[in-house]
């Protein structure tokens, strides 16, 4: 059997084949590689963001790290000072006791 019998033609092949290479070509320039020079730039873009990026988590870090150490200083003086009062009460209760006691 022929193409002709087939019901498609030589011409119709030709075109097909024609505009799919044509296709294949546009393709093939829309994901071709960059030249090294636009490449290098990618790269440098990328990297500043990156560096930005980086530069912005530490300084929040930074800042999270120093609110949480002023926190821990300010519970810190507020349990030294019920711990002392508590320290002081101990005296004072055991002082009464010792005095009630020995007055006995």
């Known amino acids: ?50 560096v930005d990026k980086i530069k912005e988590y530490a300084k929040d870090a930074q800042d999270k790290i120093k609110t949480a150490i002023e926190d821990g200083k300010e519970t810190l003086v507020e349990k030294k000072s019920i711990l002392a009062s508590a320290i002081e009460a101990g005296r004072e209760a055991m002082h009464k006791e010792k005095e009630r006691t020995t007055a006995s």
Do not use: C, H, N, Q
């Not at 092949?13 to 294949?24: E, I, P, T």
């Not at 320039?29 to 990297?47: F, N, Q, V, W």
């Open 1 to 50: 059997m022929s193409d002709d019998e087939k019901g498609i033609s030589a011409g119709t092949v030709m075109v097909s084949f024609l505009a799919g290479a044509a296709l294949g070509a546009g393709l093939a320039l829309l994901y071709a590689p960059k030249s090294g020079k636009e490449m290098r730039e990618t790269i440098a873009d990328l990297t500043e963001d990156a």
